[in-house]
């Protein structure tokens, strides 16, 4: 369907590419300020303990420091780290700094010097008091009778049941499950519990403040919610926000771990008090246990189904562990079931039941996927378990009950995102042919349970389908400026974040279409509290179906000004009217250009700029779907998995830069195979993490990449800006069932819990 548009569909070069591969200074740690001072922050030793006193004397005598920072010294406002549209949904249980400590590298104290080893030689002086508590490492000690309660504060708001450790809960419930479990022809049940992971992004935390000439606080910094930032610095360090300006620049990948506010308060703070520019950039460690992780859940799907394959019942139970403290614990563990039930439409019982506990570890956060990542695998795994008591092809299984274009499920209503959703019924849905094209590529009718064996190497195939979502519907919002310069190009203005996915080229691409002009005629500025409009933000899949919308309104807008100034000039109706490559054209094929147009109205008789801002909000959230394939091989003697090959087909409606959504598509498979097959954060009996590094906790790199296939199914989204839904997060949350779905064809053990590393098969093999 791309050929009905010129820019839109094409393989454009990334606007910011040039800059980006020349090594230009576009990054928020190449900025380097005169007299700048270095932030270091001392983490607490213990995962559950009171500061019962805390001695900095020593640290400020140091030479070249200029501030440190206590819980004595700083706001005691409560507020959430988790950047979401305001009122957030995740409870109020952080402070700049606490008297209590929550998990190990839970901020105790920081130092402000002239240099980063002066702050961290100050961290050394000073003396801290503890009394030690009991730590709870897991979500079955938090829910224990008789548990340490982790969050006793008073002025705590927003937690579900504190003295359980209970940060948030959800419940749905259609239909009668248990009846229809009992009376079910054939069922089945599986646990699966997925680990902790971090995102792991090449640029780490990374922000600089600085006062303006009007001594306003400017805040440079990594982040996808600048606008979010904004607000709750405001609230937090007690400035209005009019006297805070957020400034992102190129951000060096985020994933959603960019979606909290972790340092900007610590630099913000620090300016302020010193009239001093500062910054702070987390080393990897920091990266790895005081940032943010994928939550870790422990999911049950039971599912029934009558004679024919179709479901009659799905009943999923959710528990996730959220650490030391609730941000994005309520909307994370929602998606575990928004974003997976409806699929499954035909079930007319239908059961979701979670819990987001508090313990003593690292905090849990937004990540790619979120939560439908966790859900997903047992979910998938239990479809193929009740495939195989049926006696029937796990493939076919699916095609008898997945959802279509038309339909709808009572899921979408029942469960949002930390609250209820809205009624929505399917646009476009290409997941059938994702099946299809999925199925014939990786040759599932003459390999599955075939078992080909080649030495000690068997050989299984396994598929999994998904969907996701493009925003939320009735909280997301963006808007988009456009205006026109005098040599016929346009500034395009947007709060949209681009964190690395091509965002700024894809949401051009799209004005640029309306335009009628090339994309090098879209000047791209994005984002700055100061100047461009709001957007929520990069997260929940939202910007090219939000975010597009707005741009796709504000660029209609200007071609009606541009219109309506090019017929005076050609005195003809401005419905007549065509724009091509830069030109207003008449029937009669006489024609302006757009330089023409822009100095007339700069310039000449009725003058004004042409420009607009448009917004939108969208009022469903269409999902993009996707069927993935593997085949794999498994040494029976050592356990180890080779991916011989990987397929994943994609619906994501309109691809307004294949290239781009591809590129999407095949890293967030990578980064689900890491999850499936390597990545866990490991800690020690005292909940301190045993591998804070790139050396010992593993992400996959080039070399361990297997031959991957993505393919592209289009659809056309109407209610998408151009016909587009979304692509960045589907493909993470592909691997893990796929991957354990495809061993048990090849080996017969049924895994459930990743990574899937040698020593978990081969111990799978021996047990079973």
Request: glycine residues 10%; charged residues 20%; hydrophobic residues 40%.
């Amino acid at each position: 369907m791309t050929e009905r548009f010129n820019v839109v569909g094409q393989n454009e070069r990334r606007v910011d590419g040039r800059a980006l591969v020349t090594g230009k200074p576009v990054f928020a740690g190449d900025l380097d300020l005169p007299g700048m001072l270095h932030i270091a922050v001392l983490g607490s030793r213990h995962a559950h303990a009171r500061i019962k006193a805390i001695d900095t004397r020593k640290a400020e005598a140091l030479e070249g420091v200029a501030l440190v920072l206590t819980y004595a010294n700083t706001p005691a406002v409560r507020y959430t780290t988790a950047g979401q549209g305001h009122p957030e949904p995740s409870p109020y249980d952080t402070r700049m700094f606490d008297e209590k400590v929550r998990f190990i590298g839970d901020r105790v104290a920081a130092v402000a010097a002239a240099s980063r080893a002066v702050a961290e030689k100050a961290l050394e002086l000073i003396e801290v008091d503890y009394e030690p508590l009991e730590p709870v490492l897991s979500i079955d000690a938090a829910m224990a009778p008789g548990a340490p309660v982790i969050h006793d504060e008073p002025d705590a708001s927003g937690i579900w049941d504190a003295e359980h450790n209970i940060a948030g809960a959800v419940e749905a419930n259609i239909g009668d499950v248990d009846k229809a479990i009992a009376d079910a022809f054939a069922s089945a049940e599986f646990t699966g519990e997925t680990q902790y992971a971090q995102h792991v992004p090449l640029e780490p935390h990374i922000s600089v403040a600085y006062l303006d000439d009007n001594a306003r606080l400017v805040l440079y910094t990594s982040t996808q919610v600048p606008f979010h930032v904004r607000r709750i610095i405001a609230r937090v360090l007690g400035v209005p926000a009019s006297r805070i300006r957020v400034i992102k620049p190129r951000i060096g990948g985020g994933f959603g771990v960019k979606q909290e506010i972790l340092i900007e308060d610590l630099v913000g703070l620090v300016t302020l008090r010193t009239g001093m520019p500062s910054r702070l950039e987390y080393t990897r460690a920091e990266e790895f246990y005081a940032s943010r992780t994928r939550h870790p859940m422990r999911v049950t799907v039971r599912l029934a189904a009558d004679e024919t394959g179709q479901l009659q019942a799905i009943d999923m139970k959710a528990l996730e562990n959220t650490g030391a403290y609730g941000a994005h614990n309520l909307t994370v563990v929602s998606n575990t079931g928004s974003k997976t039930l409806p699929m499954y439409n035909k079930a007319p019982n239908v059961r979701f039941s979670a819990r987001g506990i508090y313990t003593n570890l690292p905090v849990g956060g937004a990540y790619r996927g979120y939560g439908a990542t966790q859900g997903i695998f047992p979910l998938e795994t239990a479809i193929d378990l009740l495939a195989e008591k049926l006696g029937m092809d796990a493939l076919e299984l699916r095609r008898i009950n997945h959802i279509r274009s038309g339909e709808t499920s009572p899921i979408f209503e029942e469960l949002g995102e930390g609250r209820k959703g809205v009624p929505q019924t399917v646009g476009s849905c290409g997941l059938d042919e994702c099946i299809e094209i999925g199925a014939e590529r990786i040759g599932w009718a003459e390999k599955r349970g075939a078992r080909r064996r080649e030495g000690p190497w068997i050989h299984g195939v396994g598929m999994s389908i998904h969907m996701q979502g493009s925003g939320i519907p009735a909280v997301d919002m963006a808007a988009a400026t456009i205006k026109m310069n005098d040599d016929g190009s346009f500034n395009l203005l947007i709060g949209a974040t681009d964190l690395g996915t091509g965002s700024d080229t894809i949401l051009a691409q799209m004005a640029a279409e309306v335009l009628g002009v090339p994309l090098s005629k879209i000047l791209v500025l994005s984002s700055d509290t100061d100047v461009t409009p709001f957007d929520v933000g990069a997260y929940a899949s939202s910007t090219t179906y939000v975010s597009g919308s707005a741009v796709v309104r504000a660029a209609e807008t200007v071609r009606s000004q541009i219109a309506g100034v090019a017929s005076a000039m050609l005195k003809v109706d401005a419905d007549d009217l065509e724009f091509v490559d830069g030109t207003v054209i008449a029937r009669d094929t006489r024609s302006v250009t757009l330089s023409d147009v822009a100095l007339r109205s700069l310039y000449g008789v009725e003058q004004f700029q042409i420009g607009a801002t448009a917004s939108f909000v969208a009022d469903v959230s269409p999902p993009p779907f996707l069927a993935s394939f593997a085949e794999v091989a498994v040494d029976v003697e050592t356990g180890k998995l080779k991916i011989v090959s990987y397929v994943a087909a994609a619906d994501c409606g309109t691809p307004i830069n294949p290239r781009l959504a591809e590129g999407q598509l095949e890293g967030a498979i990578a980064n689900g195979i890491g999850y499936a097959l390597m990545e866990e954060m490991r800690f020690d009996k005292y909940g301190r993490m045993r591998n804070p590094d790139l050396g010992r906790y593993k992400i996959p790199a080039t070399t361990d990449m297997p031959p991957l296939e993505v393919i592209l199914v289009e659809t056309y989204e109407d209610t998408g800006p151009m016909g587009a839904k979304s692509i960045a997060e589907i493909g993470i949350n592909a691997p893990i069932p796929t991957l354990a779905n495809a061993i048990y064809d090849a080996v017969g053990v049924r895994l459930t819990k990743p990574p899937f590393t040698s020593e978990t098969i081969w111990r799978a093999m021996s047990n079973s």
